[in-house]
């Protein structure tokens, strides 16, 4: 995410607007929309999708409070978004405008070094993904991606775990995998205790017992290999 100073001094242009809460499942921009803006996540959770030449659609990644997604806006020539960002959650976000954001990078070095230090972040995200589709297998992927996302919101107040509102076939975008296989391994996972299923929502209780699972599984398939 970005760094707290970085978020402070974007945040402090008079043009940026403060949008929210924002209902589940609002777009705030489309694949091959012109990049005009970016968004801040204040609070909730975004998720980004592209949708293939064929028209298959996948989930690239889901993101929470502190991300900046759109950062395509800060390109030259009015770039288009790579994806659709719709609202996971009830969110509320900043409205970054493009060239409120290219000028605050091109004049501030904290700025500058913060961005860059992002989208590095960004692109080793990207890598690990690819990692993930082509080397494990898909119980590992489901693994480790609910215990990151767990960690993208707050435990539920009074009781255990880490509440995330995703539907299966949302996790099957996510991991690269057929709603089918994702819906055998979820229950595979409830009856080891590892997570709670309900109506769009998965219950985590700890966020480093998933990872543990999931280190685990490698072993195991490592052994078996």
Do not use: W
């Amino acid at each position: 995410m970005l760094a707290v100073g970085v978020r402070s001094i974007l945040l402090s242009g008079q043009e940026v607007g403060r949008l929210g809460p924002i209902r589940r499942g609002t777009s705030l921009f489309s694949q091959g929309q012109p990049a005009q803006e970016a968004y801040l996540i204040e609070d909730g959770l975004v998720k980004l999708t592209r949708t293939s030449d064929t028209g298959t659609k996948f989930i690239s990644a889901i993101y929470g409070p502190g991300h900046l997604i759109g950062e395509e806006a800060a390109g030259e020539n009015l770039p288009l978004h790579y994806s659709l960002a719709e609202t996971l959650t009830v969110a509320t976000v900043y409205r970054v405008p493009c060239e409120t954001l290219k000028r605050l990078v091109s004049m501030n070095p904290e700025v500058c070094s913060g961005f860059i230090t992002y989208l590095l972040e960004r692109s080793r995200g990207l890598e690990e993904k690819g990692e993930l589709l082509c080397l494990y297998d898909v119980e590992y992927r489901i693994l480790y991606n609910l215990a990151n996302l767990a960690k993208l919101v707050k435990p539920v107040q009074g009781e255990v775990g880490y509440q995330l509102p995703l539907t299966q076939l949302e996790l099957a975008d996510l991991v690269g995998a057929t709603r089918e296989t994702t819906s055998t391994t979820l229950n595979l996972l409830e009856r080891r205790g590892l997570i709670k299923l309900s109506r769009r929502l998965m219950t985590i209780n700890s966020p480093n017992t998933l990872m543990d699972a999931a280190r685990d599984r490698l072993t195991h398939t490592k052994v078996a290999g």
